[in-house]
């Protein structure tokens, strides 16, 4: 196989500006199939536009972007957004469908004659995300913030795309209902093996998550590394002073949290030692 088959999404010198304010600045990077790269940073440091020109919301002032080894410039720009998971910040569900609606939307554009392809679809996405099947039939409004978050992440998933972009998706629910999305989008990772570009700005969600981290300041790249590295051996002042936070954060918490700060699965089973604690087990 040739290295450039193994590459999901690629930014080739890819500068970004609005007027006189370059938001990225030569931006370069690799992302590799099946990598889970969370992006963490300041805010305004670019972030969301990085992750917006993979699907062509966004257009670069200059450089390309590819995905899947062919120029997003190329493709157009509607099938490129069926054909990429987008799940973003808060509700973005639509008020006026149903749960199934809004999650058969785009496998309903993409195979309008099977439907029973689409309904088991529909189903199986239901499950994984951990909603049961009878709130198919529930509007948005009738769900809670965490309920809908989890809708919003089963509609980016049910066109089955290999590539999921995520823009600070959990930022907008409690910690609880947060950390069960977290381990629940680690699961899917593991188990669907698609590409994960997940925007956040929470160092400790960031190094959870990532199988590698991409920090961004001033529309640079400041370290691009597993978390391992990262934690290790962070390569500016910037990084250091991020990680340092965490590992303050890590030295007042539970001992076995930090341990296991890279692994959502292991925080999972924190999280359900914890329950059983609440209940006396
Ligand atoms: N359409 C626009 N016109 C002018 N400036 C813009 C536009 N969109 C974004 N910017 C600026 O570009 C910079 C980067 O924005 P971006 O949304 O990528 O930041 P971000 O890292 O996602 O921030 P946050 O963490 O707050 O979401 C910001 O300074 C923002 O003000
Ligand atoms: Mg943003």
Same mark, same amino acid.
């Given at each position: !196989?040739?290295?450039?088959?193994?590459?999901?999404?690629? @930014?080739?010198?890819?500068? =970004?500006?609005?007027?006189? =304010?370059?938001?990225?600045?030569? +931006?370069?990077?690799? /992302?590799? =199939?099946?990598? +889970?790269?969370?992006?963490?940073?300041?805010?305004?440091?670019?972030?969301?536009?990085?992750?917006? !020109?993979?699907?062509?919301?966004?257009?670069?002032?200059?450089? #390309?972007?590819?995905?899947?080894?062919?120029?997003?410039? #190329?493709?157009?720009?509607?099938?490129?957004?069926?054909?990429?998971?987008?799940?973003i910040q808060g509700s973005v $569900? +639509?008020?006026? *469908?149903?749960?199934?609606?809004?999650?058969?939307?785009?496998?309903?554009?993409?195979?309008?004659?099977?439907?029973?392809?689409?309904?088991?679809?529909?189903?199986?996405? *239901?499950?994984?995300?951990?909603?049961?099947?009878? !709130?198919?039939?529930? @509007?948005?409004?009738?769900?809670?913030?965490?309920? %809908?978050?989890? /809708?919003?992440?089963?509609?980016?998933?049910?066109?089955?795309?290999?590539?999921?972009? *995520?823009?600070?998706?959990?930022g907008a629910?409690?910690?609880?209902?947060?950390?069960?999305?977290?381990?629940?989008?680690?699961?899917?990772?593991?188990?669907?093996?698609?590409?994960? !570009?997940?925007?956040?700005? #929470?160092?400790?969600?960031?190094?959870?998550?990532?199988?590698? /981290?991409? /920090? $961004?300041?001033?529309?640079?790249? %400041?370290? @691009?590394?597993?978390?391992?590295?990262?934690?290790?051996?962070?390569?500016?002042? +910037?990084?250091?002073?991020?990680?340092?936070?965490?590992?303050?954060?890590?030295?007042?918490?539970?001992?076995? $949290?930090?341990?296991?700060?890279?692994?959502?699965?292991?925080?999972?089973?924190?999280?359900?030692?914890?329950?059983?604690?609440?209940?006396?087990?």
């Open positions: !196989m040739s290295e450039t088959t193994d590459i999901a999404i690629e @930014y080739r010198d890819v500068t =970004k500006a609005y007027g006189e =304010k370059t938001v990225l600045s030569h +931006f370069d990077l690799r /992302v590799q =199939k099946g990598e +889970f790269l969370t992006i963490v940073g300041s805010s305004g440091c670019g972030k969301t536009t990085a992750l917006k !020109m993979v699907n062509r919301l966004i257009e670069p002032t200059s450089g #390309d972007v590819l995905v899947g080894g062919r120029n997003v410039r #190329d493709v157009d720009a509607i099938e490129l957004r069926r054909s990429i998971g987008y799940a $569900l +639509f008020p006026h *469908m149903t749960v199934e609606e809004n999650v058969s939307y785009v496998p309903n554009l993409l195979n309008r004659r099977d439907r029973a392809r689409t309904e088991r679809a529909v189903s199986k996405w *239901m499950d994984i995300v951990g909603l049961p099947q009878d !709130m198919l039939d529930r @509007y948005p409004a009738e769900l809670s913030g965490g309920q %809908q978050q989890r /809708v919003g992440i089963a509609r980016a998933l049910a066109a089955s795309p290999d590539t999921l972009l *995520m823009d600070e998706p959990f629910v409690d910690e609880i209902t947060r950390g069960q999305l977290q381990t629940e989008i680690a699961r899917i990772h593991r188990e669907c093996g698609i590409t994960i !570009m997940f925007v956040t700005h #929470d160092i400790g969600e960031a190094l959870r998550l990532g199988t590698r /981290v991409l /920090v $961004l300041d001033a529309g640079r790249i %400041q370290q @691009y590394g597993t978390p391992q590295e990262i934690l290790a051996r962070p390569a500016t002042e +910037f990084v250091e002073r991020l990680v340092a936070r965490q590992r303050h954060a890590c030295d007042l918490s539970d001992e076995r $949290l930090c341990a296991c700060e890279h692994s959502g699965a292991a925080r999972a089973e924190a999280a359900l030692l914890a329950q059983g604690a609440d209940k006396g087990e």
